[in-house]
């Protein structure tokens, strides 16, 4: 990667991740299989993770409240061909349903990031064309106090900037605790 690109991830960074108006820290591990294309076998995608609770919150009722996240995510994939280096950063929307416990309770998260990989090639038929791409997420999950699990699916994709443009997906656990 170029050194604009390097600086360009750093201004991004910098600017979604800025610890200046975050209440909580959250640090994640996940370990998943690649879905698409069909992955080795076995555990091969690693993941972790660093974020912070955003102040910013709406539809607060009885149900449950949609908060701000932002995360930075570091991974490794292991691929049919070379393993793929990934860094995330994204904006995260977390609803939290609420229950009789206020600290407790199931949750979903959707994510759309920028991400920057060091191989495109992940099959003999499977290139994603460009080292940058967007990340979007999607989890379903439960909060115990600071604890939480959740079941998440990873694709990385283009968004049609660029030719082919297959994509690349990712099924993985994530655990995480909140500072």
């Known amino acids: 990667m170029s050194r604009s690109g390097y600086a360009l991830m750093s201004l991004l960074l910098g600017g979604l991740l800025s610890p200046a108006q975050a209440t909580d820290l959250i640090v ?8 698409l294309p069909h992955g080795p076998g076995g555990v091969d995608d690693y993941r972790v993770a660093v974020g912070w609770v955003l102040p910013w919150q709406w539809w607060d009722n009885d149900v449950g409240v949609l908060q701000t996240r932002a995360e930075l995510v570091g991974g490794y994939t292991r ?11 994204a904006p995260v929307l977390h609803y939290q349903f609420k229950t009789a416990r206020p600290d407790s309770g199931p ?4 994510s759309v990031g920028v991400a920057v990989i060091n191989n495109t090639q992940w099959s003999a038929t499977r290139d994603l064309n460009t080292h940058w791409q ?6 379903i999950g439960y909060a115990l106090g600071r604890h939480e699990l959740s079941v998440n699916y990873l694709h990385f994709s283009n968004a049609d900037l660029s030719k082919p443009n297959p994509g690349g997906d990712v099924a993985n656990l ?4 909140r500072f």
């Open 174 to 177: 994530r655990y995480s605790y």
């Open 107 to 110: 949750f979903v998260e959707l």
């Open 79 to 89: 691929t049919h061909v070379d393993p793929v280096w990934s860094l995330i950063a």
């Open 28 to 35: 994640s591990g996940s370990v998943g299989a690649m879905t």
């Open 134 to 139: 967007f990340a979007d997420r999607a989890g």
